[in-house]
DNA sequence: TAAAATATAACCGTATAAGGTTATACAAAA
DNA sequence: TTTTGTATAACCTTATACGGTTATATTTTA
């Protein structure tokens, strides 16, 4: 799979999971502590985050980190 | 936990997998396609590889990406 | 011993992630 | 209509991931 296809892909879960805690990308940017335009881009898969970034979104979200990879490596 | 804590952490978690897989860093290099230095800095914690990163790692290693993480998250 | 393999390290570049600011578009609600 | 909330976009800057090269240290092997 090629970087923008796995990015978009990610993105995309990302999204879905803020939408289903009902969570708006400035909610989700002040938990994290960064900016929203930062999650506009990444959930538009025009950047690929770090773990680290992953891992923080997980828990400031109280999920699992599985639910967001579980639905990508197909 | 700290992005530093949180990189040693990764970076040992990557090292156990690939010593398991008789597997040296030029080894996974070439798996990759990336440069033997890089795989040292991510295996002692200076950086912290992308998502996109860990997914090829996992595949070129015929491991599931759980492997990694289940290790990181306590 | 000498040579090869392995890992770390210090550089110097380039590519990209990420923050900050501002503007734009659009929908929903007043 | 006007206002507000939400998301996208275009910039610029800084931080960092990553490649390439070279050197060093250590271990392993011939």
Redo the contacts between chains.
Sequence with gaps: ?K?NE??KK?GMCICRIRLKKGLTQVDVSALLGNNPQNISRIERGLI?????W??NFAKCLEI???EI?KE??E
């Design positions: 799979m970087k796995f990015n990610l690929s985050p770090t773990l680290f992953i891992f699992h980190p599985d990879f990508l490596d």
